[in-house]
């Protein structure tokens, strides 16, 4: 089964620098929500991490490392690419931590890769199934952004558009099942929509 990979690799620099990935939410943290959603549908699951991160998660995931510091969220597209390919997989799931009511039917909607969730008209392209044949596309534009200096040059919408990344549109009626906590309004909104 395709492999997943959830990307913790961000500081919550809006939510105190405090770790998403172990924020209270629901009955754990936002790992947790994530993880009930997302294992029913994938295969193995790993956990991308900034460079720098000494927190041993736990809770049976694959921990990875980011290669380049302070380079974005592709770094963990990137990782996950790697680990797919050490995997012997032509594809890997990614989705950000801080995005926990993801549909308990992600991966059956998603079409061939590339692709990404879209919902409300806003594609989500870190919500995406990557194919594995990308690595040394990623792996070129990563580095030539980091060298440039330049995080324009680190944008993941731009990367996307550039392997032709197809949205695949999420419009169920209800919350938008990609709203993603970066506050402490969107936490307590998170909070109002599990009790609900």
Not at 19 to 33: H, S, T
Not at 52 to 67: H, S, V
Not at 161 to 190: C, K, Q, S
Request: proline content about 9%; aromatic content about 6%.
């Amino acid at each position: 089964m395709t492999p997943v990979v959830i990307l913790a690799g961000g500081q919550g620099s809006r939510l105190g620098y405090r770790d998403k990935a172990l924020i209270p939410a629901g009955r754990g943290a936002l790992l947790d929500l994530l993880l009930d959603r997302l294992r029913p549908q994938v295969g193995p699951v790993a956990l991308s991490t900034r460079r720098d991160c000494e927190t041993a998660y736990g809770r049976n995931l694959t921990q990875l490392q980011d290669r380049h510091t302070g380079a974005g969220p592709l770094c963990g597209v990137l990782a996950a690419l790697e680990w797919a390919q050490d995997l012997g997989e032509t594809a890997v799931l990614t989705v950000p931590v801080d995005t926990a009511l993801v549909p308990n039917d992600l991966f059956r909607r998603l079409k061939a890769p590339p692709c990404c969730a879209m919902s409300r008209g806003r594609p989500h392209p870190l919500v995406a199934l990557w194919p594995v044949s990308s690595l040394p596309l990623l792996d070129d534009y990563l580095s030539a952004g980091v060298a440039s200096g330049d995080h324009r040059h680190l944008a993941v919408w731009s990367f996307a558009r550039h392997i032709d990344m197809t949205p695949i549109a999420f419009d169920d009626e209800g919350p938008d099942p990609f709203f993603n906590v970066n506050t402490p309004d969107d936490l307590l909104a998170l909070t109002t929509l599990i009790e609900a």
